[in-house]
């Protein structure tokens, strides 16, 4: 009887540590770069685009999975290349050099974004 009890009561607090997440409280660490200043190079990038006055475009969420070292180096933005066979466009936010860990010297994220709907 005392498993169950024990078995709810943790997942009632897994619950709520998942539902306080998000991408904004999801910052940069000594070890950990945060998907929150990952998606505020991926605006940056795409405020620059917009401002061409082209193709409007709005950034969507970071995939929530994804965890890569800290960068070293400034992060770099760029439309991601076709030649990867995303199927919809997004911007890929580059980390030249991570610093020194075990797992990877440099990443890239795709970021995915959306057109704005066209003003009448």
Known sequence: MLRPILLVATLS???ACLASWSIETDRS???KHGLFEIREEAR???AQ???KGQEQ???LEPNAKVLVPRCAVPL???WTP???GRSQPSVMVICRAAVP???MKDWDLHVPVARKPKAD
């Open 57 to 59: 475009w709005d950034v």
């Open 101 to 103: 860990n075990v797992v």
């Open 13 to 15: 607090g897994c619950v």
């Open 44 to 46: 940056r990038f795409i």
């Open 49 to 51: 685009e917009n401002a």
């Open 82 to 84: 076709k030649s990867l």
């Open 76 to 78: 770099q933005a760029q």
């Open 29 to 31: 660490t000594p070890e």
